[in-house]
């Protein structure tokens, strides 16, 4: 289970079922076990509640994640 979290204020914005040990490039809305901070969804742009910084886009049933724009602590379920 990760805890994403902005790269630029560190506010926990949610926790993601991660499977498979690659790198964190899209979350599924629906792995998406808790939120802590809602993200702001402006177009398909998904910011940071309280810095508004960009650390995604919106693709439907997914986030298309921006590596710069969030970072993660946690462990991540192998396979």
């Given at each position: 289970m990760l805890t994403?979290?902005?790269a630029y204020c560190k506010t926990k914005l949610?926790?993601?079922l991660k499977i498979g040990t690659g790198k964190v490039l899209r979350?599924?809305?629906?792995?998406?076990?808790?939120?802590?901070?809602?993200?702001?969804?402006?177009?398909e742009d998904v910011k940071c509640p309280k810095c508004k910084s960009l650390f995604g886009k919106d693709k439907g049933?997914?986030?298309?994640?921006?590596?710069e724009g969030f970072t993660y602590t946690g462990t991540k379920i192998k396979k």
């Open positions: 994403i979290k902005c949610y926790k993601y979350c599924h809305k629906n792995k998406i076990t808790r939120v802590y901070h809602s993200p702001i969804l402006i177009g049933k997914y986030y298309d994640m921006i590596q």
